[in-house]
């Protein structure tokens, strides 16, 4: 079973300034999904970004980008020009690209989540 | 845009109550699910459906069941509820291989 590990619960960043949240995931398959979401305290969570893990160019969403390292399966995010509203819980999830058995493939495998502080 | 609505933000249930949550999706998606999200713990999930009047477990099945009827209806059930099962649920549906999208939420609490 594929786990998801993110080992910041907060992290904190000022207005403009850069910031990296940290996700590792544990996995013996070698084509899957990467995403990051993002819940506002309105709580809809909101797709920030997703890897393909076949793909070795990192992701990127204007402000936003990965740095995925296969190898160590390391999969974080930076938020570049940070703004009050990319203040939220954010979550970084996998999800197998296989069809085994013709269901397994919407399956999303969630981290323990990292709430950001943006400080004005 | 895609938009799955889940029929209540917040639900005070009381212990031994048989409750529904309700779950509509408006992009005929195929997939569906129900996770609950905890402190410290990200989301699990509980059940999913890859078609009408099919399910299958996820990760924390015990004490709930669901029904599908329609594709774009998804229904989680607390046979029993208990305190354990306060929590935030939420939703999602999804078209194979793209993206899940959420609903809203529901804060669920049974006294």
């Known amino acids: 079973a594929q786990t998801v590990t993110q080992s910041q619960p907060e992290m904190s960043v000022q207005e403009a300034e850069t910031v990296t949240l940290s996700c590792t995931y544990d996995t013996s398959e070698s084509d899957y999904y990467l995403f990051w979401y993002k819940q506002p305290p309105s709580r809809q969570m909101i797709l920030v970004i997703r890897?393909?893990?076949?793909?070795?160019q990192n992701a990127t969403e204007n402000r936003f980008s990965v740095n995925f390292q296969k190898a160590a399966k390391s999969f974080s995010l930076k938020i570049s020009d940070s703004q009050l509203g990319d203040a939220a819980m954010y979550f970084c999830?996998?999800?197998?690209?296989?069809?085994?058995?013709?269901?397994?493939?919407?399956?999303?495998?969630f981290g323990q989540g990292t709430i950001l502080t943006v400080h004005p | 845009d895609v938009k799955v609505t889940q029929s209540s933000r917040y639900l005070v249930k009381r212990t031994g109550e048989k409750v529904f949550l309700e779950c509509v999706q408006d992009?005929?998606?195929?997939?569906m699910f129900w996770y609950r999200q905890d402190p410290g713990l990200g989301l699990r999930l509980i059940y999913f459906?890859?078609?009408?009047?099919?399910?299958e477990k996820g990760d924390i099945p015990e004490g709930y069941s669901v029904s599908r009827e329609k594709k774009e209806r998804f229904s989680l059930i607390l046979e029993s509820a208990s305190t354990n099962q306060t929590s935030m649920y939420l939703c999602a549906s999804q078209q194979r291989y793209q993206p899940q999208h959420f609903g809203d939420g529901t804060r669920l609490s049974i006294l």
């Open positions: 890897q393909e893990a076949y793909k070795q």
């Open positions: 999830a996998y999800r197998s690209r296989s069809n085994a058995g013709g269901t397994s493939y919407g399956k999303l495998t």
């Open positions: 992009m005929d998606h195929e997939n």
């Open positions: 459906s890859y078609d009408v009047k099919m399910k």
